[in-house]
């Protein structure tokens, strides 16, 4: 990303801004549960979105904290990790894709979010590779409509 995930700058809080907009105009439209797969970046902003709007102004939306294996964070430094452990205990439901880490737990992870999911939400920054690639070509194979917010 533009702002290699520092919460700062005006990249970061257009970005912010537009996934902001995007929430709220789904939850106009009925969507009340949401999902993050927790991965650093992206996953983390979203996640702490929905703690915020569901706590701070009192909304009726649930968050699901989707993870690959037990130990995502295992090779996090000691701030992320604090982090990502905070916003775990304070997700609705939690799903957890494999026991252990395999090759392929990441990618297992991004297909069940789309398998349950109406809407798929992606920050791209246009690659054609990568998980948000493939999990955005996934969503389209099996026509999940997909909301893209360009970096």
């Not at 904290?65 to 990790?81: E, G, H, L, M, Y």
């Amino acid at each position: 990303m533009p702002w290699k995930y520092t919460a700062k700058g005006k990249e970061y809080n257009k970005y912010i801004r537009q996934l902001t907009k995007i929430v709220k105009s789904l939850m106009k439209q009925g969507y009340t549960h949401f999902i993050s797969g927790m991965a650093l970046g992206v996953d983390i902003d979203f996640a702490q979105m929905i703690i915020h709007m569901r706590d701070n102004k009192k909304l009726q939306i649930t968050l699901e904290r989707a993870i690959p294996c037990p130990n995502q964070d295992i090779k996090w430094i000691p701030s992320s990790k604090l982090l990502y452990h905070k916003i775990l205990s304070r997700a609705d439901k939690v799903t957890t894709v494999s026991p252990s880490y395999t090759f392929s737990c990441m990618y297992d992870r991004n297909r069940s979010m789309v398998n349950n999911s109406d809407t798929l939400i992606a920050v791209w920054n246009g690659a054609e590779s990568g998980g948000t690639w493939y999990t955005m070509y996934y969503a389209k194979q099996i026509d999940t409509p997909i909301i893209i917010i360009g970096v």
